[in-house]
């Protein structure tokens, strides 16, 4: 299977200029627009980290980032939230500028980082808190969150009492319940067991789809990505491009992302990406 560049540019000039960027706000969800990201180091040398990424995911797609380690996947995910200004190039979040758009994207780390002397409902609170809403509104809606993925027998319990499946289940509702329209999953099933990792592949999945909500995941796992995503962008060593974009999709075809890895279909993609990954890791030297 051969994967494509999503977007190519001519004669040097984005294809997301003008009239086109216009017309594909309505499909997209992300545009990241030949995108560069430098920092300076100790000796004050510029080290290029991100050199011309360009990609374009629509609304309530689910797609993955995969590379190597250290080629800047962070970098771009800091750059989509805003935490980061790119260098150069340009990135649309629902269809605003980085720093102009407000609540469009959710981050759910590999680490669920719940407060241990907060109760689940008090944790699921916190960024309503910080929205500003009252405490009975933001109690009522972190309930109705609760009670929709039946986690509310657990609102008052702490989360020492839970297991790591289910604290990852209520960061991703305290992601869900801030209303984003993207969220962005940063390895969050990294630290679990193999099969809690498959259960909370398909439960995730399954929540994005119901809400109407753009994925994007950071993974190092290949068969991870293939299970869940519609799209996957593998990228390069640095300085990091895309090398290829893969329409994959196998969830969606066969209903689950447990499905998804028995489709006949798996192993190639598997191989197919992997050695991009291994061409990019050197393996060969």
Known sequence: ??????????????????NIVNR??????????????????????AIQVLNGITM????????????????????????????????????LVGGDEIGKSTGHVGYMMQRDLLLPWRTVLDNVTIGLEVKGLGKKERQELAMTYLERYSLDSFAKAYPSTLSG??????????TLVTQPDIILLDEPFSALDYQTRLVLEDEILSILKDEGKTGVLITHDIEEAISVSDRIFVMSKRPTHVKKT????????????????????????????????????????
């Not at 997209?28 to 040398?45: L, Q, R, W």
């Not at 499946?165 to 305290?174: F, S």
Request: with cysteine; charged share 25%.
């Open 1 to 18: 299977m051969n994967g494509s560049n999503t977007l190519k540019r001519e004669n040097n000039v984005s294809l997301y200029d003008v």
């Open 24 to 45: 594909i706000h309505d499909q997209s969800a992300i545009v990241v627009d030949n995108v560069t990201k430098s920092f300076i180091n100790a000796e004050g040398d």
């Open 56 to 91: 374009d995911i629509r609304k309530q797609e689910f797609v993955s980032i995969v590379g190597p380690s250290g080629c800047g996947k962070s970098t771009i995910f800091n750059i989509i939230a805003g935490l980061l200004e790119p260098t150069t190039g340009k990135v």
């Open 165 to 174: 499946g289910m604290r990852q289940r209520v960061a991703l509702i305290r």
């Open 246 to 285: 893969y329409e994959v999709g196998l969830a969606a075809q066969r209903g689950s992302a447990m499905k998804a890895r028995s489709d006949e279909r798996f192993k190639q993609y598997f191989e197919d990406i992997w050695s991009e990954l291994d061409i990019q890791m050197g393996r060969s030297s």
